[in-house]
C-alpha cells in the first residue's frame, strides 16, 4: 500500500494596503476559512481544515490529486506515479485572491512540519524514511 500525505500549515494573511480589492473579497480574506475538500481520482477522499495533516492510503499506479473550496474553486490537478510502499507529501493552502493551492512539499517544507530543521541530523528514536 503507497501513501499521500497533505498538509494545510495555518495561513498568515498579509494584505497590502495599496492592493484594491473588492470589499466582497476583502470580507472573504478575513472570515475564517473552511474545510478543503480532498478530491483523489475524481472522488472526494476527505477534508481537510487549517493546520491538518491528512494520510490517505491509495493503491500503487497513477493517480490524480487535487484541493476544491467551494464548488468551482479548485487547485491545480496534481498527477503522479506510485510505487509499492512509497510515499507522496503535498502542501496545500489558500492564493492571495482566495483560490485553493496544492504542490509538492519540499525537503525544506517536511522538516519544517516535522519541527526540525533540514540539515539537522535525525535523533535518537526519530522515523528514518525510506530511500
Not at 492510503?57 to 493517480?63: C, D, K, L, R, Y
Request: include cysteine.
Amino acid at each position: 500500500m503507497s501513501a499521500i500525505r497533505i498538509f494545510r500549515p495555518k495561513q498568515h494573511w498579509s494584505v497590502s494596503p495599496a492592493t484594491v480589492l473588492p470589499t466582497a473579497l476583502l470580507v472573504h480574506l478575513f472570515r475564517p476559512h473552511f474545510n478543503y475538500t480532498v478530491v483523489l481520482d475524481d472522488h472526494s477522499a476527505g477534508k481537510i481544515g487549517n493546520d491538518q495533516m491528512r494520510i490517505f492510503a491509495v493503491e500503487p499506479g497513477e493517480h490524480r490529486l487535487y484541493v476544491r473550496f467551494v464548488g468551482l474553486r479548485r487547485s491545480e490537478e496534481l498527477r503522479m506515479s506510485l510505487k509499492e510502499d512509497e510515499e507522496r507529501q503535498f502542501l496545500c493552502g489558500t492564493s492571495g485572491m482566495g483560490w485553493p493551492t496544492l504542490r509538492a512539499a519540499s525537503p525544506e517544507d517536511v522538516a519544517q512540519i516535522r519541527g526540525t530543521s533540514a540539515s539537522e541530523p535525525p535523533k535518537p528514536g526519530d522515523p528514518v524514511p525510506p530511500d
